[in-house]
């Protein structure tokens, strides 16, 4: 057996245990269990007690390639849980709401953080890259801390869900006008980055349509006998849509919720929800836990901090106020149109990914980078606790 | 997104849509699940149609290092569910059946092997390998196939199990006896020989010990709450153990077996068969996908036929009269003792295994290396299609 199997498996097993444990803990003192599996993964992490877990020279705790793809396939698999909870007509009835949040949702911490480290002394690319790590919300610990309350069929979830994938597609579309400036340098098409962001949406939308014409007849047909068939189909067509999504450049958990989406008025649907939900149950923990272990916190001296902590700032306010105030438009109702803005605020992938090339390409300091993970590690850790202490505020409301 | 991923989940919806197309078909002809599964890897397999699958350059179907991690999961989650079916008592009950007929399967491939392959004019240590490929059984298959049909419980069912446990174990033994010889080439030193079999049955004994105390309290105490917890910490441990048997030096799959026979008797064991259930309708067609698609035909030509039909009649009657024959004692019934032989034909990983060290240590040629593939090939396919003709006689008498 080759070791690197053996560290996989090691590795999972490692994450799991501290992600459950933590999870028990949590839902003790209240928390969300998603935090404790968050927290779980910083806690048994390769930066953290996991650099110490060395047996016979061998780390027991690593995030290769292989334990990234479980945890990626995690949130592939909870997004097409979303997805399942929306059917079409009402994820298009929502269109207009999901369209002005989410779009103001990218347009304010753009150039609201573009502006601020302008005057914080950072050059135009620098606060643009900076500025484009802001946008995107990762849309996976809100979908779980909602599907833990309960909440995934309230209407501030749907426009929660529906803005975030619009969000997301604008924030990829930003990214890919932001990094062809770079190479460039010869300033802002604007025919072209609007082309960009028409072409993304343009593909997501064809996606969607195809998705809720041809997955329905794909298993409700009567061809499928044999015993898992309807699952394995399933499966493959969520697996092959996010590839499909990843491979326009789009996250590739907006696929799977194409596909989920597509699948909830179909005949199979409880019988695929049982199954996903089973799934779920290691996948999540998984995902949450894998990207606690990522975040690397040794980076940190008093000027990190500083920067952190405006950027964290400039993270909070803009997504609170930019997605909070447009949903009292739609949803005429002040709680759940700040839990609207609350759940937007966990930032994810997109953040990872803009930093990830700054950095390579030489654009930003290490400094700035390690700043960004924190922002990133930091709205993920609000989050799940401010939306909880929304919620509980509700209920003592009704009490 | 990095292209890597995309190729990984692209792969998976391939593999698993051909997998359950086949197994569709296979149904209709009234043929094992497991076979479609094998056979559509082989026919989308990156050495047949997955060559010409193309799209920008980037092939379609890939078996990267994270694609196999997600079959060999599939592996582990099979063995699994095979120790869920089967309490440590009836493991122990069996223990003498199982112990002879596993040495015996193990004892007669090896020595009828190494004696057949010196007189086709091998040398010793190359007689050696290759008999050493022929020992271990690929146990996965033939407990997919009996689950189809119903038959886990049987009582050829738990010596099959029984003896493909033990088999395993002797065969790593064997593997490691036969490499340390080619290390030094000094001779079989008898007493070392006999330490690594008792070493390797002493670590598999503890294990199962410890497994069998350890894991009913784990997930019996009344500490877990959190929906999923019991799920998580039951994974993490078959995992873990996995783990432990894998850096044994043994399958993994040996631990995984041994965490569910200790869950066989809880309080818990529904839940955890209902939640494993789903989890193998993905993960088991992917492992005979992934299996099957790792099979190249391409090195076949007429010397490779002829030594091939000769490994594979060896393969075939050692195991059948090597397990078949001494379960009469046990069993006292043909039928049950000639389905014994007839699953323990196929074999799995630790033939390729054994080839593939042989290759790489230039004592194989890649001729002789290509015929044992197909020998796995061959008896992973045989296998299901005659145990089911075997059921199907047995059906007819009853009507």
């Given at each position: 057996m080759e070791s690197h199997f053996i560290q996989v498996i090691i590795s999972v097993c490692v994450l799991l245990f501290a992600a459950k444990l933590l999870a028990e803990v949590f839902v003790r003192i209240k928390l969300p269990i998603v935090l404790g599996e968050l927290v779980a993964g910083m806690i048994v992490g390769p930066f953290a007690i996991g650099s110490f877990l060395i047996f016979q020279g061998e780390h027991l705790v690593v995030l290769t390639?292989?334990?990234k793809t479980l945890g990626e396939i995690g949130a592939i698999v909870i997004l097409f849980m979303a997805g399942l909870e929306m059917t079409p007509k009402e994820f298009i009835k929502g269109g207009k709401a999901s369209l002005t949040v989410g779009t103001l949702g990218?347009?304010?911490p753009f150039f609201v953080g573009f502006f601020i480290f302008q005057i914080f002394g950072f050059d135009a690319f620098q606060a643009m890259l900076v500025a484009t790590a802001l946008t995107a919300t990762s849309v996976a610990i809100s979908v779980q801390v909602l599907s833990e309350f309960g909440k995934l069929k309230t209407p501030e979830a749907r426009l929660i869900i529906g803005a975030a994938v619009i969000d997301d597609i604008l924030a990829i579309a930003?990214?890919?006008v932001v990094t062809s400036i770079g190479g460039t340098n010869t300033g802002i098409d604007v025919t072209e980055s609007i082309f960009t962001i028409f072409k993304v949406l343009a593909f997501f939308a064809a996606m969607a349509i195809a998705a809720v014409f041809l997955v329905p007849r794909m298993v409700n047909s009567k061809m499928w006998k044999a015993s898992g068939s309807i699952e394995g189909i399933v499966t493959a067509a969520f697996f092959g849509t996010a590839g499909l999504a990843a491979w326009i450049g789009l996250s590739p958990i907006l696929g799977s919720f194409v596909v989920g989406m597509a699948l909830s008025t179909t005949k199979v649907f409880e019988r695929v929800e049982q199954y996903i939900g089973k799934l779920g149950?290691?996948?999540?923990?998984?995902?949450f836990a894998i990207i606690g272990a990522q975040v690397d916190f040794r980076g940190i001296n008093s000027e990190v901090m500083l920067i952190g902590i405006v950027i964290?700032?400039?993270?909070i306010t803009t997504k609170l106020v930019g997605c909070g105030v447009p949903s009292l438009l739609f949803l005429k109702n002040k709680s759940q149109s700040r839990r609207v803005g609350i759940a937007m605020i966990s930032r994810g992938e997109v953040g990872l990914i803009v930093a990830g090339i700054g950095l390579s390409s030489g654009v930003l300091l290490p400094n700035i980078y390690t700043t960004i993970v924190i922002m990133v590690a930091v709205t993920s850790l609000i989050t799940?606790?401010?939306?909880?202490?929304e919620y509980r505020k509700d209920q003592k409301i009704i009490e």
């Open positions: 390639s292989e334990v990218v347009i304010a930003v990214l890919s149950l290691i996948f999540a923990p998984l995902f964290i700032g400039v993270a799940p606790i401010w939306l909880k202490l």
